[in-house]
């Protein structure tokens, strides 16, 4: 008897530009309220826990499957932010979870900066692995990391104008993000690249 390989093609669709988008939209829009142009509201929660929680873990799982652990920590543990970034301001207000007789305290500015400074770390190290991925993902990365720092940094000082920075450059971040897997989709469909990533 002698061995044989088979190789199986991989048919399964490229889940990146559903993690893209689901991070790209919802950080558009969450940055607009940082620039100051609307109050948080429930457009930004619901975006946060379905298309920026939800559809982000759905494109992790997706990545799993392919054997990307890149894709799979990035989208997963974004995906699981913005649930964390919707609890945080949600359970102060919810009047069954409550501790010493009143709702959860929110999280004052420090636990904030603590919060978004972690994330800003990560993602600074996230970045260090897309220098052999396409341009694009590094522009996203590198610029999410600016943002969680500039975040950071408008908590701890509190102001207001670093804060309305950090919303604009909140903004081109999800901006990128939305254009890399948009370009995906198209240069995909088209066969050949429409859009340079």
């Known amino acids: 008897m002698t ?12 889940p990146a530009p559903l993690g893209l988008l689901g991070f790209g939209i919802t950080t558009v829009l969450l940055n607009l309220h940082n620039a100051g142009l609307f109050p948080i509201n429930s457009m930004i929660l619901a975006m946060g826990f379905a298309y920026g929680g939800i559809a982000q873990i759905l494109a992790s799982a997706m990545e799993y499957r392919k054997g ?4 799979t920590v990035a989208f997963g543990s974004y995906g699981l932010f913005w649930w964390s970034l919707v609890l945080l301001l949600v359970i102060p207000k919810l009047k069954f979870i409550e501790t010493a007789g009143s709702a959860a305290a929110a999280a004052d500015p420090v636990a904030m900066a603590a919060y978004l400074f972690m994330w800003g ?25 600016v943002l969680f720092f500039l975040l950071t940094a408008g908590e701890i000082t509190g102001s207001a104008i670093i804060t309305t920075i950090a919303g604009y450059e909140g903004i081109f971040t999800g901006a990128a993000a939305m254009y890399v897997g948009l370009a995906e989709v198209i240069n995909e469909t088209h066969g050949r690249d429409v859009l340079p990533i």
């Open 68 to 71: 990307n652990t890149f894709g």
């Open 3 to 14: 061995e044989k390989e088979v190789v199986i093609a991989d048919r399964t669709a490229n």
């Open 121 to 145: 770390l990560f993602t600074l190290v996230m970045f260090i692995a897309t220098l052999k991925l396409k341009r694009g993902i590094q522009v996203i990365f590198i610029s999410l990391a």
